[in-house]
């Protein structure tokens, strides 16, 4: 593992010194060579997006899956961005479009800030850029390796940022940092153990839904702000949204509050497509009598098989 993730530093280092014009170019001969090999993420990618796209024609599901592996290697080859990229380049490239106010104010918070994420666009580089305005704690899943932990952790704490593992006292920390009128980060769209979430709707499938979000805003009155970084469409570098979300929040009804968090992410998702994350298994619990969602995918792709049936 050490000689992988020395291997790995080295790769990043070298993409890092690339200019962007090269690293996109690599990224889509790279992202057409993974379209076209037998990855076994590929029915995974197909399934979801049948799913959340039934009435797109097989020929646009299949160009989308092809944009897809574009932005997935694209994501990976800005690695060196988060790694190597100083302050003032990373406050000159990434464009607020719409909410700067609510990084102003988060500063001087004292009830705390939780921002609110999901997986599309690059959304490391977005807690980075969240880090430099200030102390934040965001939530992540631990590898179990020791050495892959601290790898992947180092440039994301290279701020005021503070990685904390989902574990139970993970809560303790995040409820933690919000009542000192710190940030806090979450991506909604983990999804979490059968105790800790409740199917709301999501792309018009029952989903299973993190509440946590939802009890963070509750026990401690926090601002919470919806937010998401994407790559600018005409140009290098990228679109940092934040949009306040504490009224979403305002609500003792769980299931309304994060079905206002799907409704948000979908929105943000069906703007950028190809930046969503689509090789992971976001619908694979279901409610109880309900059929697999992915049942048994097999190796060959599927690109253009009708939808899971939803037992809807």
């Known amino acids: 593992m050490s000689a992988l ?4 530093r080295i790769a990043v280092y070298v993409i890092s010194w690339l200019p962007e014009p090269a690293r996109r170019a690599l990224a889509g001969a790279c992202g057409r060579l993974l379209y076209h090999l037998p990855w076994g993420k590929h029915p995974v990618i197909d399934a979801n997006l049948a799913m959340c796209f039934p009435h797109f024609p097989g020929p646009e599901r299949k160009a989308l899956h092809r944009r897809y592996c574009r932005e997935l290697l694209r994501l990976i080859f800005e690695a060196g961005v988060l790694w190597h990229a100083k302050a003032e380049w990373l406050d000159r490239e990434i464009i607020i479009e719409s909410g700067p106010e609510l990084m102003e104010t988060a500063k001087d918070s004292t009830t705390g800030t939780l921002y609110v994420s999901g997986h599309i666009g690059n959304w490391e580089l977005l807690n980075l850029r969240l880090s430099m305005a200030g102390p934040i704690t965001t939530l992540y899943r631990a590898p179990s390796n020791a050495a892959l932990d601290r ?6 704490q290279r701020f005021a940022a503070r990685m904390v593992p989902g574990d139970r006292a993970a809560i ?4 933690g940092a919000l009542r000192r009128g710190h940030a806090a980060s979450i991506a909604a769209d983990i999804q979490p153990k059968s105790g800790d979430g409740v199917f709301v709707k999501f792309f018009g499938i029952d989903t299973l839904t993190m509440t946590l979000v939802h009890k963070l805003a509750r026990k401690t009155g926090c601002r919470v702000v919806f937010t998401d970084l994407t790559r600018h469409p005409d140009r290098p570098g ?5 949009v306040d979300g504490s009224e979403w929040m305002a609500t003792d009804d769980t299931e309304l509050a994060l079905g206002r968090v799907n409704d948000w992410l979908e929105g943000r998702i069906r703007r950028t497509p190809a930046q969503y994350l689509w090789l992971y298994k976001r619908f694979s619990k279901r409610p109880e009598g309900e059929a697999p969602r992915y049942p048994k995918l097999r190796k060959k792709r599927q690109s253009s098989a009708k939808p899971p049936s939803s037992g809807d």
């Open 172 to 175: 303790r920390e995040l409820l």
């Open 5 to 8: 993730l020395l291997l790995a």
């Open 238 to 242: 990228w679109l940092l949204s934040l």
């Open 151 to 156: 790898f992947i952790n180092e440039p994301r």
